[in-house]
């Protein structure tokens, strides 16, 4: 079983930035690929950005290259995504979310545990 908890959600100016943590309870962190989603209102989950095991292969959807930055630390038990140059496309509740699956996968069914989720909305 994993337990997630995202943090660092908030309301800011487009333009500016937030760091958005995820703290997983389990016994071995490096097992999971790990990925942030976004839901905004009236809209289907989306995928926003992976990792791999190690961390050393990241992914993102095209609308936030450049702009979001994902990184993890297994020592620590935490994903988290840097969101700079936010925009108000961006407002949504993010998700932290895990699979054991070894291929990178952007689908939503393909991960097994999810956090709560954070808001995140941006001001224009």
């Known amino acids: 079983q994993v337990q997630l908890v995202e943090s660092g959600g908030g309301l800011v100016q487009a333009g500016g930035s937030l760091r958005l943590s995820c703290a997983a309870s389990v016994r071995t962190f490096s097992n999971y690929r790990m990925a942030w989603f976004r839901q905004g209102p009236g809209k289907e989950r989306e995928f926003v950005s992976g990792i791999s095991r190690s961390g050393g292969t990241s992914y993102y959807v095209d609308s936030v290259k450049g702009r979001f930055t994902i990184s993890r630390d297994n020592a620590k038990n935490t994903v988290s995504l840097q969101m700079n140059s936010l925009k108000s496309e961006d407002t949504a509740v993010y998700y932290c979310?895990?699979?054991?699956?070894?291929?990178?996968?952007?689908?939503?069914?393909?991960?097994?545990?999810w956090g709560q989720g954070t808001q995140v909305t941006v001001s224009s």
């Open positions: 979310a895990a699979t054991q699956l070894v291929s990178s996968t952007r689908t939503p069914r393909n991960y097994d545990y």
